[in-house]
């Protein structure tokens, strides 16, 4: 089973920025595609973004274009998600998801391991 350990979450104002990261126990992240996901109080968990394992293919939903970067280092076993001018409803439990093969699935069940995930509150 593999474990994946989300970091950089807090409470930041509106505008601001967070850089959340991901981490795998097990393989590389180099193995896998890694998506980030986010569940806001009362609504079902959204994907954000993903980037296949090759790093070639990028996925973003169309709330966070522009603003969010996602991003893999391997040599550090790490993705990153870089979020820039947040918005109140950016607010939610932002969730490190990862799968074996090189498509980048933007729905829940298209990932097989998740962490345990990481709070984002902006403050308005």
């Known amino acids: 089973q593999e474990q994946l350990v989300e970091s950089g979450g807090g409470l930041v104002q509106a505008g601001g920025s967070l850089r959340l990261s991901c981490t795998a126990s097990g393989r590389t992240v180099s193995s896998y595609t890694m998506g980030w996901f986010r569940q806001a109080p009362g609504k079902e968990r959204e994907f954000v973004a993903g980037?296949?394992?090759?790093?070639?293919?990028?996925a973003y939903a169309d709330s966070v274009k522009g603003r969010f970067t996602i991003s893999r280092d391997n040599a550090k076993n790490t993705v990153h998600l870089q979020m820039n001018s947040l918005k109140p409803e950016d607010t939610a439990v932002y969730y490190c998801?990862?799968?074996?093969?090189?498509?980048?699935?933007?729905?829940?069940?298209?990932?097989?391991?998740w962490g345990q995930g990481t709070q984002v509150t902006v403050s308005s």
């Open positions: 998801a990862a799968r074996w093969t090189n498509n980048v699935p933007t729905y829940t069940s298209g990932y097989m391991y």
């Open positions: 980037i296949s394992w090759s790093g070639g293919s990028t």
